[in-house]
């Protein structure tokens, strides 16, 4: 049964339309990426969900009870917010459990409830400390940990780890993505991060203009992607979308009406292939990648550790025959592609 529902759900400030006819649908003890560039209307969405927003018009189902309408604090749903938004004044004890003293809930069930949050994110040692005297990381489990106590059947997280470091992001994405199964709880995540999205949602919905491109599993949005928006976006380098001239120098033919999608780590060496010359190499340590010229047409590809190719190489190119995507030139939507293998 869907926890969540959304239906034509729109959000406009006067002739700017934000949310655009929004369909989406969640399951109980999901994890939910809402992806996409900025202005795409990922956090206005999440806003919407949470009541700070009022959609302009559609629907918000929680359970079958229509919300939209309800204010905040009686849609029984939690928050996270970017900025952490903790009270300098207040411990960190206090921070986590005000929402349950606005409410009036009683001392010793807030220190019960405290008592089992605290732990799941390693703040026992710290509950006496002010947010001054926190790291972000440490911050960031605090937020966190005032949207947990509340038990909400649906946690909601508008870019949680956009102020942290690189090394703290990974380490809070695996302690939230394991707090939320441990939890069994929805959550909702805004990211225009892709590797936050695809490491650590079960469905990711990729949004575009206010609306969803694809909302699928992140294997399918990688391995499936419904648009040459959704395989630009999901890749990294992202998918090569090449016009069908590229490919007349190794005697494949494509309608003209189509656009022919690689990704570069499906590309490698071959004695006669897809020919371009290489004009850059970045290496990696684990891996390199290639910048090569098909004509008119630049093609990334992804090659391990550090290839004996300079630049100026004139390199063929191949790939298996369950690599190829072909999108409409049109449209930019999914074709299903004939198997044409190049090795």
Same mark, same amino acid.
């Given at each position: 049964?869907?926890?969540? /529902? ?35 209307? /990922? ?14 018009? +559609? ?7 229509? *919300? ?6 009686? @849609? ?5 917010? #970017?900025?952490?938004?903790? !009270? ?7 921070? *986590? ?9 009683? @001392? ?6 405290? =008592? ?12 006496? @400390?002010?947010? %001054? ?6 911050? &960031?489990?605090? %937020?966190?940990?005032? %949207?947990?106590?509340? &038990? ?27 707090? #939320?199964?441990?939890? +069994?709880?929805?959550?909702? !995540? ?19 203009? +206010? #609306?969803?491109? &694809? !909302? ?14 959704? =395989? ?28 022919? +999608? ?17 004009? #850059? *190499? ?14 008119? $047409? ?22 298996? $025959? ?6 409409? %030139? ?6 299903? =592609? ?6």
């Amino acid at each position: 049964m869907p926890v969540l /529902k959304m239906q034509a759900l729109n959000k406009s400030w006067g002739d700017t339309h934000v949310v655009r006819d929004l369909e989406m649908e969640t399951r109980e003890g999901e994890f939910i990426a809402l992806l996409g560039p900025s202005g795409c209307g /990922k956090s206005t969405t999440l806003r919407l969900i949470a009541g700070l927003e009022e959609p302009t018009s +559609g629907s918000i189902e929680l359970d079958g009870i229509e *919300i939209s309408k309800l204010p905040s604090a009686q @849609r029984g749903i939690s928050m996270v917010f #970017q900025s952490y938004a903790l !009270f300098p004044h207040l411990t960190v004890a206090e921070n *986590i459990t005000f929402g349950l003293s606005v409410r009036g809930e009683p @001392r010793k069930s807030q220190a019960e409830k405290l =008592a089992r949050v605290a732990p799941l994110l390693g703040l026992e040692g710290l509950l006496d @400390r002010r947010p %001054a005297q926190l790291s972000g990381g440490q911050q &960031q489990r605090v %937020a966190l940990g005032r %949207a947990l106590i509340a &038990q909400s059947p649906i946690c909601l997280l508008d870019e949680p780890l956009s102020n942290l470091d690189a090394s703290l992001r990974a380490e809070m994405r695996n302690e939230i993505r394991s707090i #939320q199964r441990r939890l +069994g709880i929805t959550m909702i !995540f805004v990211t225009h991060d892709q590797t936050e999205a695809m490491s650590m949602a079960d469905r990711v919905a990729l949004l575009r203009n +206010g #609306q969803i491109e &694809q !909302f699928d599993t992140p294997e399918v949005l990688y391995s499936r992607p419904a648009s040459t928006f959704v =395989a630009r976006f999901i890749g990294a380098p992202a998918m090569n979308i090449l016009p069908p001239a590229a490919f007349a120098n190794c005697g494949i033919s494509f309608p003209d009406d189509v656009l022919v +999608g690689l990704r570069p780590e499906d590309l490698f060496p071959v004695e006669q292939g897809l020919a371009g010359k290489v004009t #850059q *190499i970045e290496y990696f340590g684990a891996d390199s990648i290639l910048s090569v010229d098909i004509g008119a $047409a630049r093609c990334a590809v992804r090659l391990q550790g550090r290839p004996s190719i300079r630049t100026g190489t004139l390199l063929h190119l191949g790939w298996d $025959a369950d690599a190829l995507h072909l999108f409409d %030139a049109q449209t930019g939507l999914r074709r299903e =592609a004939a198997a044409t293998p190049l090795t």
